[in-house]
């Protein structure tokens, strides 16, 4: 089962910045949260990952809170081609568990 | 860097052949895993690699088996197939399980089967 809920959709304006919520509330102190995208049926894409300390990348950055039950994803200038379904997950050794995701609409 | 591939991108079958999707991962990847992505299920986890050994497979029946070559390619094997295994299948390729912190998984484009 997933260990990761999060809202079934969000809009988002282009040029805006998009902030995607997750609760992890079960997490343990050694579980990374990874983020990965999928855009139309493709094969997912890795966004970013973190223990306790916030990360930023190129793509985004990512803020866990300090209890560690819940982050998020900020993606600072959403595009249109950012448009996809965003998938928080709790990473168990060897597999990924996947949720229902969140599925983002950028819209101009 | 080449990604993960996988081959075939399509492939069409009728219920009780066996189909065999193959994934070749990126270049110094020890671990594969596959994933079924059916319509209306989501990504399903269905079997992980390892240096050739099975490590861990998801709830799937024993029809869905596989390996992984010296070379750490894969072959996912479907036996009898039903028409609910049609679906998108996807590989992904991540370094030696050891440092949690570096074993990100990267997901090849998938093959879609269509069981008839």
């Known amino acids: 089962d997933a260990k990761t809920t999060q809202p079934p959709s969000m809009d988002c304006a282009e040029g805006r910045a998009a902030n995607l919520p997750c609760n992890h509330s079960?997490?343990?102190?050694?579980?990374?949260v990874y983020w990965y995208r999928q855009i139309h049926s493709q094969g997912p894409q890795y966004i970013i990952h973190?223990?306790?300390n916030n990360e930023t990348n190129e793509m985004a950055s990512l803020i866990i809170t300090e209890d560690r039950k819940s982050s998020t994803l900020i993606l600072p200038h959403a595009t249109l081609r950012d448009t996809a379904v965003y998938y928080c997950?709790?990473?168990?050794?060897?597999?990924?568990?996947f949720g229902q995701g969140t599925e983002l609409s950028v819209k101009p | 860097e080449a990604g993960v591939t996988q081959s075939p991108t399509h492939l069409i079958k009728t219920r009780g052949q066996q189909a065999t999707l193959r994934c070749s991962p990126i270049?110094?990847?020890?671990?594969v895993y596959w994933y079924q992505q059916a319509l209306g299920l989501g990504l399903q986890f269905l079997l992980w690699y390892d240096e050739g050994e099975e490590r861990n497979r998801g709830n799937f029946p024993p029809r869905f088996s596989g390996r992984q070559f010296p070379n750490y390619s894969s072959e996912l094997n479907v036996n009898a197939l039903e028409l609910e295994d049609s679906a998108l299948y996807l590989c992904?390729?991540?370094?030696?399980?050891?440092?949690?912190?570096?074993?990100?998984?990267?997901f090849g484009a998938g093959t879609r089967l269509s069981v008839l």
């Open positions: 997950i709790v990473r168990v050794p060897g597999k990924l568990i």
């Open positions: 270049s110094g990847h020890t671990s």
């Open positions: 079960t997490i343990s102190g050694n579980e990374y």
């Open positions: 973190g223990l306790k």
């Open positions: 992904a390729s991540s370094l030696a399980l050891g440092v949690m912190a570096k074993n990100i998984q990267y």
